[in-house]
């Protein structure tokens, strides 16, 4: 089992930033794959990034790439998602999940585990 909590969410003006942070607590987090997925609503769950066990390979949606950097610390069991750039069409809530099995990192059926989410509005 993972538990993880989601945190640094919140209202923020178009071209700011904000830094989301994600908590695991449970199984050894350092051999984890992890991702961010947000969904606004009447949409549906979209990937935003995801990052391997060591932090060595990350992966992003191509209309985060530049604008979004996902990290890890292993010592702190946490994974961050760095929004910069911010837009509206970026609102959403962000959800952290954890990927034990295989599969595709873009997908959300390649994850076992996840928060509750975060609320990021981005206003204009």
């Known amino acids: 089992q993972v538990q993880l909590v989601e945190s640094g969410g919140g209202l923020v003006q178009a071209g700011g930033s904000l830094r989301l942070s994600c908590a695991a607590s449970g199984r050894a987090f350092s051999s984890t794959a992890m991702g961010w997925f947000r969904q606004a609503p009447g949409k549906e769950r979209e990937f935003v990034a995801a990052i391997n066990w060591s932090g060595g390979s990350t992966y992003y949606a191509d209309s985060m790439k530049g604008r979004f950097t996902i990290s890890r610390d292993n010592a702190k069991n946490t994974v961050y998602l760095q929004m910069n750039s911010l837009k509206p069409e970026d609102t959403a809530v962000y959800y952290c999940?954890?990927?034990?099995?295989?599969?595709?990192?873009?997908?959300?059926?390649?994850?076992?585990?996840w928060g509750q989410g975060t609320q990021v509005t981005v206003s204009s």
């Open positions: 999940a954890a990927k034990v099995s295989g599969g595709r990192y873009y997908y959300t059926s390649s994850y076992d585990y």
